[in-house]
């Protein structure tokens, strides 16, 4: 994969060219850095433009002419082609830039050999080592409950709980969903797989599973899909056996907090750390700032022998050339083809346009075609190479790799299926920004410095900062990497202190 954020170009629009940026080398559009009027002159590579009309930071200007029908490029890559005549300081959206994706696309095995530097030292967090071998940043009591029907009880026994037994456990969290009844086939699958995979999560060092006793999703076939889990730390059962279920649950997390009494935080690697990657609300910057500074932390924590995981499939269509690329093997490569034909198949089933994104929020924030969202969301990943694909619901591997998940784009769905996959901590950009949280500590990260100053309540980190302040984007990379490290040793996320945790299931089959 060749480098699509310049380095020294963004270096040197932080500290001398602070209205317009040209990404790639190879680009034929600027980016707005900030609001520009109409007249106003930039100045970009010893040149002066003339902008032609107003344009919105995050937006992008024409560098030249163009003709109808040619070829847009950021990121160094084809982003759609224009749909009339453009002049050069125009302003480049969708009233005259469509995608060029049309269902039609073939992919080749063309391995790109990248090479993660592997540092010297490796650093260390003070986590909690489980008896499977894994590790969690966490030690909290999650309730899960197997169907919708026991969502208050399974909120109550946890709300009662932060009240008697708050010092005994990092938190204790109600992990509710709609689902679980009602359900059938590869739809009931769908919501064990992500709450049997969500139970074996590490940060989680007790779990209370909670029943009703006639859903379709029963407890004894959802604890036998958790293979994993350490028995002394999982409590059940279902609430139409016993008298009240919530004294019942208090009892149980109780027995579960003796299990938990001696768990102490101790110094281990950061290659036992997993994240995941996500991105929300993106805007025009967000490839340019978050998602690359994301990515070099992805290279960071590959390089040390960590895991990623990406997702959010819909969001690598325009751009999954890229990613075939860092295959490791040919039989990854037509894992990775899979993935995301299955994705295109599931849009056809449902009769709706595979290439219906972005999304308004998306588009207020500068960016106008799949190719272009999809080019700045896989930035997340880095260069790190890719060894593993899975399907929804599925757990990662540990070790040293890049693992791409199957899922939508959706906020909520994909992030919980992180925390599922095993994800410890998800460090999620946004340029709209949201107050989301999700089942793990969720990191995030603004794209730029008026989203972090105004919503400093939402938001963990600034990555906006590399466009207006005198810092590179490697060494913000660095600053973040270490709030990572105090993160996994127990410093709270924004998410946590405002008890903000969501979580979703994928929902793509019959109700009864």
Request: hydrophobic letters at 35%.
């Amino acid at each position: 994969m060749q480098e699509t954020i310049s380095k020294e170009l963004l270096e040197k629009t932080a500290r001398q060219q602070r209205s317009v940026l040209q990404v790639h080398k190879q680009d034929n559009v600027l980016i707005a850095l900030k609001d520009l009027a109409k007249g106003e002159q930039v100045n970009y590579s010893e040149t002066t433009l003339t902008v032609q009309e107003n344009i919105k930071a995050g937006h992008k200007i024409a560098m030249r002419d163009f003709e109808k029908g040619e070829t847009v490029v950021k990121y160094g890559y084809g982003i759609g082609s224009t749909t009339q005549a453009v002049n050069e300081g125009a302003h480049i959206h969708s009233h005259n830039l469509a995608t060029d994706l049309d269902g039609s696309e073939t992919y080749h095995y063309a391995p790109s050999q990248m090479t993660v530097e592997t540092p010297s030292r490796m650093p260390t967090f003070k986590g909690y080592k489980r008896q499977s071998g894994h590790v969690g940043v966490r030690n909290e009591v999650w309730i899960i409950n197997t169907v919708g029907c026991v969502n208050q009880a399974a909120t109550r026994i946890a709300q009662l709980a932060k009240r008697q037994f708050a010092s005994r456990a990092d938190d204790f969290i109600a992990n509710t969903h709609p689902f679980g009844c009602s359900q059938l086939g590869d739809d009931l699958n769908n919501t064990r797989n992500i709450l049997a995979s969500l139970m074996q999560n590490p940060n989680a060092g007790g779990v209370l599973v909670i029943g009703l006793g006639c859903e379709n999703n029963q407890l004894d076939a959802l604890i036998r899909s958790s293979p994993t889990i350490d028995p002394s730390r999982l409590r059940f059962f279902n609430s139409q056996e016993v008298e009240d279920e919530v004294e019942v649950g208090l009892a149980l997390v109780e027995e579960l907090l003796d299990e938990m009494a001696t768990d102490q935080r101790e110094d281990l690697p950061v290659s036992s750390l997993t994240l995941g990657m996500k991105c929300g609300g993106s805007d025009g910057f967000s490839g340019l700032t978050a998602n690359a500074i994301v990515g070099r932390v992805s290279d960071k924590l590959t390089g040390f022998g960590g895991r990623v995981i990406l997702t959010e499939t819909p969001e690598m269509f325009g751009a999954e050339q890229v990613l075939l690329n860092r295959a490791n093997s040919e039989a990854t490569f037509n894992n990775i083809v899979k993935l995301v034909n299955d994705f295109k198949q599931y849009f056809i089933a449902q009769n709706q346009p595979i290439y219906e994104n972005p999304s308004p929020g998306n588009k207020a924030g500068g960016l106008t075609t799949l190719e272009e969202k999809s080019l700045g969301a896989i930035q997340k990943g880095g260069k790190a190479i890719i060894n593993e694909v899975i399907d929804y619901g599925q757990r990662a591997s540990t070790g040293q790799g890049m693992t791409l998940l199957q899922s939508p784009g959706n906020d909520a769905v994909s992030s919980t299926a992180l925390a599922a996959a095993g994800a410890n901590i998800v460090l999620f950009t946004t340029g709209r920004g949201t107050p989301l949280g999700f089942p793990v500590p969720t990191v995030k990260i603004a794209s730029n410095s008026d989203l972090a100053v105004r919503k400093k309540h939402w938001i963990d980190f600034n990555a906006g900062k590399i466009l207006d302040e005198d810092i590179d984007i490697d060494q913000c990379a660095d600053e973040l990497f270490e709030c990572i490290l105090a993160i996994a040793s127990g410093q709270k996320t924004r998410n946590e202190e405002n008890e903000n945790r969501e979580m979703a299931i994928w929902k793509n089959g019959v109700t009864l």
